[in-house]
């Protein structure tokens, strides 16, 4: 995803539009869509603002990140469902996935499989 524009580009747009030239023209002269001119002016318009809106992401972390790492360190194989039962908060099971990763805790597959018949499907070490 990109970054937003900057507050520098957004202010000479409402300035073109507001000496009257159209929002086609504002776009082709800006290299933006006409779309996003018509969403900045209505956005000026109906809440006052011109500046960009914050980014998505997580604003309250309801998992508690050391409980987490208990849970893990107590059974390292358990799936990200198992952890959401055992932390008993109410949340999603993607937000227990995005809490293991903001800890630093993944899951790696296995190094080797066993050979099927026929043949090997990863290299052995030993």
Known sequence: MGAAYSQ??????IAARDRGMKTKAVA?????????VRRVMQRRREHHETTPRP???????????DRLRQLVAQKPDATARELHAKLGVACS??????ALRRAGLTFKKRRSVRPNRIGPTSPSDA
Do not use: C
């Open 8 to 13: 520098d580009l957004r202010d000479r747009i």
């Open 28 to 36: 082709d002269l800006f290299g933006v869509s006409a779309s996003w």
């Open 55 to 65: 980014r998505g992401g997580a604003t309250v972390v309801k998992i508690d990140l």
């Open 93 to 98: 099971r993607s937000a227990v996935d995005m």
